[in-house]
């Protein structure tokens, strides 16, 4: 089941919680066996998957507080102007994993989950538009402003 | 119709990510090559998705808890569920095992990608760095020798002369948190960098000998006596051949 470990590493990002993982990936599995028949043949199972799981964690507890945040991305359809920082200050090492992990989990949940569905699934923008039921327009600017907010929580971290 | 790097700029996500057109790719490409700041802020890019995309791979699902969902997908309960139950969880049995067929061969050539991108990524940081080497010097009596003590193996370098190829010098490089040597090469006015590592842990690159392009890069791949070797440059492949060669005579 090689897509069971990469439906739970996205449900424990998303939760930040192992127990809340385990449970929202258990009500992931048995919605999917359930509603099955909702599932149209050629189109794509993964977003298919991922779209429950979504959709789960959204009515939970957790899911629920992360719903009240505002992200007022209305309009932002193209990057933002690059920082003033020089590219030697901002630019992100491998070594700097666990600051860019950290630097994930303290992003809002719509910014982190874009990130991952783009950056580690690396799903294609009209996957993460069936995935996050959201146009594609909506996903190219979240994902620019998720990433300049990824940037900028690690260089705030650094300064602390 | 000439424009302008920001307009560049807007489009360096969607190059990235792979949602630009051939010829859009294409264009933005050979802009890449001729603007430093666009290139520079490209890289910076470049770098936090890769860095993203490793830091992303983090939790991974406790065996008890993996088998009891096993159990869960894989019991067929027709006693409860009856026949058409039971078609439709072999049916999404199958969808999953393919889905995660898919998966591995996606995660494979991703894996494989990811690693021929990070040498390319190597290679650039190398050439816009200030200090490219850490020993300079045309010698190869003097380069070898100097990595002794600082990387786990040895390696041979070839006799140059006569060669359209001159030794530039090396540094330690590093793939995977192994330790490696980067030696610089030079060609008329274009430069390539032969990395040298331990093979064990590198499996991505599948075949024995590979010429692959990355991010319009051409790298060149082989093993020798359980060391994997990469060539990467922006020459022609005849080029990258002709100083494989060589290096393998010499090995």
Known sequence: ?160 | MVMSCETWTEKLDAYFDGELSPEEARTLNDHLRQCATCAAEGLRRLQQKRVVQAAAQRFTPDPVFRARIQKKIASPRPMLWGRRWLSVLVTVTASVLIAGLLVTLQRNRRSEQQLLSELVDQHVTTLASANPVDVISTDRHTVKPWFEGKIPFTFNLPELQGSPFVLVGGRVSYLRQSPGAELIFRVRQHQISLFIFQEQGLNDVGENESLRTALSFEVRTWRHHGLRYYAVGDVGAQDLNQLSELIKAAS
């Not at chain 1, 090689?2 to 009500?27: G, I, K, M, S």
């Not at chain 1, 910014?111 to 690396?122: G, M, Q």
Request: aromatic content about 8%.
């Open chain 1, 1 to 160: 089941m090689p897509l069971f470990e990469r439906l739970y590493n996205f449900a424990h990002w998303l939760t930040q919680d192992r127990e809340e993982a385990e449970d929202l990936v258990q009500e992931t599995y048995t919605k999917a066996l359930r509603g099955f028949s909702s599932f149209q043949p050629g189109t794509n199972f993964r977003a298919w998957i991922y779209q429950i799981l979504r959709n789960t964690f959204l009515t939970s507890r957790t899911g629920l507080k992360s719903a009240s945040i505002s992200l007022d991305e209305e309009g932002a359809q193209q990057n933002l102007p690059v920082a003033n920082a020089t590219p030697e200050t901002i630019l992100l090492q491998r070594s700097d994993q666990q600051l860019i992990q950290e630097a994930l989990g303290r992003l809002a949940v719509p910014y982190r989950e874009i990130l991952l569905l783009c950056e580690f699934e690396e799903m294609s923008y009209q996957e993460i538009s069936t995935t996050l039921a959201i146009p594609i327009g909506t996903v190219m600017s979240r994902l620019s402003r998720a990433r300049r907010a990824l940037r900028d929580t690690v260089q705030q971290m650094r300064k602390d």
